[in-house]
């Protein structure tokens, strides 16, 4: 059986499993079209509460990830140039990325978007890195809630790594960017500098050398673009300079054009 088949066979039995192992969605029509099935995975993948699933169906949901990740095309750090010594800038899906760490945009809840299909990277990352990490992420929001109370969330800037599972990055960084609801003030702009200080200096503890910041806050979180991208290129070089051989790779990982230009500018 060539991988086409394959893949399509794992997608089948999965959509099938994740129908069942689903209260509301049982009975739901399964599209007939390879995309439409896909697109039904992903969805119920994204509303799944963390719960356990059987261990063949992971085995069988890891390995059509996988190759999901080699179909999209894995970039590895030899693939991205450097701008200055250390620090890149791509543009791309951050998935895609086979580096020590990701970060991800979380929400206080840390539990990935419930949003089905929601274009946002909270979503996207859990959705290729498959339902263990929703697992993992609610273990740690419980233990934080055993400790400080139930109604605990997860504060802006303070970073939580957890395992990369089926993503080519072996670690993702889940980070709370702060929120501008009505104007920018220089606290919010502190908390977006303590993201990228808090998240470098966690890299450095936990020896991860290469880590790839997506653009923080700057989606619903409405952190103006440009002054974000300004915020992170001078957080991220100070960092460096005064912790000049405790990370080896700074990747910016943009994935509209309007936030390339900005840092292009400023790189």
């Avoid at 099938?16 to 079209?33: C, G, N, R, V």
């Avoid at 760490?101 to 990352?125: K, Q, R, S, W, Y």
């Amino acid at each position: 059986m060539d991988k086409k088949c394959k893949q399509e066979q794992r997608l089948d039995i999965l959509v099938e499993q994740f129908k069942l192992d689903s209260d509301d969605y049982k009975e739901i029509q399964t599209p007939a079209d390879y995309e439409g099935k896909r697109r039904l995975l992903r969805s119920l993948m994204n509303v799944r509460m963390p719960k356990a699933m059987d261990a063949d169906v992971l085995k069988i949901q890891d390995a059509y990830l996988q190759a999901c990740a080699e179909q999209k095309g894995i970039v590895y750090l030899k693939d991205i140039p450097q701008i200055r010594h250390g620090i890149s800038l791509w543009q791309g899906d951050i998935t895609r990325l086979a580096v020590d760490a990701i970060v991800n945009a979380a929400n206080a809840e840390m539990l990935g978007c419930f949003v089905p299909m929601h274009t946002c990277i909270d979503n996207c990352i859990h959705t290729y890195a498959g339902i263990q990490l929703r697992t993992e992420c609610y273990q740690r929001m419980h233990a934080m809630r055993m400790r400080y109370g139930r109604n605990y969330q997860q504060p802006t800037a303070k970073p939580m790594l957890t395992d990369g599972y089926n993503l080519p990055a072996k670690k993702i960084i889940h980070i709370v960017g702060p929120i501008v609801q009505n104007q920018l003030t220089p606290d919010l702009e502190k908390d977006l500098e303590d993201c990228y200080r808090n998240t470098l200096d966690l890299c450095a503890k936990n020896g991860l050398r290469s880590v790839a910041f997506c653009c923080i806050s700057t989606g619903v979180f409405h952190f103006p673009n440009q002054r974000a991208a300004e915020i992170a290129v001078k957080t991220v070089t100070e960092w460096m300079t005064i912790h000049p051989k405790a990370v080896d790779r700074v990747i910016f990982n943009v994935f509209k054009d309007e936030d390339k230009e900005y840092y292009e500018k400023l790189l």
